[in-house]
C-alpha cells in the first residue's frame, strides 16, 4: 500500500462524508493523495459536514492537511480548474481514481468524455489508460438517463459502487452505515480494511 497514489474527488451530490472516509482510510493506509473538490462539493461539505474550507489552493491544502492531520508529502489538493496539473496527464496517471460521492452531472459528464475541469478528465485518463475509476453515486430515484450512463461508464470499465449500505452486518450508528459503502469502495481498489464485518464472519452473528 506505502507508495501508491490515488486521486479522490468530491463532488456536489449529498454524501461527502464518505469521500471524507474514504481520504482518512486512504491516507491512514500509507497511500499518496491527490484530492479534487469541486466548487458544489465544497457548498456540500460546508452544509452537511460543518467544514468552510475555502480560499486560495495553498490555504485550502493548509486546511485539509489540517483536518486529515497529514503532511503535503502525501496530500496534494489541486484545484478543479488546475487542468495543468501533472495528475492530468495520462504519463502521470494515479493507480486508481475515486469519485465519492459523484453527483449525476459529474457521472454523465465523465460517461460521455466531456472533459470540462480536472476531475473529469482525471477520470478520463484512468479510462484510456484502462487504470481503475471507482465511482460512489448518490441520487435516488434514479430516472432512464442515470441508468444509461452508469451501464456505459461500467462498459467502459469503470466500477461502480452505488451508495447503497446494507444491513445485514447490523449497523448500530451512521457511521457504521458509512463505513460499509466506503469499505465496499476500498475492496474495488483492492485495499485492506476492517470497516465493516463481511457476511459469514462469526463475529457477525454475535
Not at 143 to 161: D, F, K, Q
Not at 168 to 186: I, R, T
Not at 194 to 206: A, Y
Request: hydrophobic share 40%; with cysteine.
Amino acid at each position: 500500500m506505502n507508495g501508491r497514489h490515488f486521486i479522490l474527488a468530491i463532488t456536489g451530490a449529498s454524501g461527502t462524508i464518505y469521500g471524507l472516509r474514504l481520504g482518512g482510510e486512504l491516507l491512514e493506509n500509507g497511500a499518496r493523495l491527490s484530492l479534487l473538490i469541486s466548487r458544489a462539493g465544497f457548498a456540500v461539505l460546508k452544509e452537511e459536514c460543518g467544514l468552510d474550507w475555502g480560499g486560495s489552493a495553498a490555504e485550502i491544502q493548509q486546511e485539509l492537511c489540517v483536518h486529515f492531520r497529514a503532511s503535503g508529502k502525501n496530500l496534494r489538493y489541486y484545484a478543479e480548474d488546475d487542468l495543468s496539473a501533472p495528475i492530468a496527464s495520462g504519463s502521470a496517471a494515479a493507480h486508481a481514481m475515486i469519485v465519492a460521492p459523484c453527483s449525476m452531472g459529474t457521472l454523465s459528464r465523465i460517461a460521455c468524455g466531456n472533459s470540462g475541469n480536472l476531475i473529469e478528465r482525471c477520470a478520463d485518463v484512468m479510462l484510456k489508460e484502462r487504470r481503475t475509476l471507482v465511482v460512489v453515486p448518490r441520487e435516488t430515484p434514479l430516472h432512464e438517463v442515470h441508468l444509461e450512463n452508469m451501464l456505459r461508464l461500467s462498459r467502459l470499465g469503470a466500477r461502480l459502487v452505488p451508495a447503497m449500505p446494507a444491513f445485514y452486518h447490523k449497523p448500530e450508528s451512521l457511521d457504521d452505515m458509512v463505513n460499509f459503502v466506503v469499505g465496499k469502495a476500498l475492496d474495488m481498489l483492492g485495499v485492506e480494511h476492517r470497516l465493516f464485518k463481511r457476511w459469514g464472519d462469526n463475529d457477525s452473528e454475535q
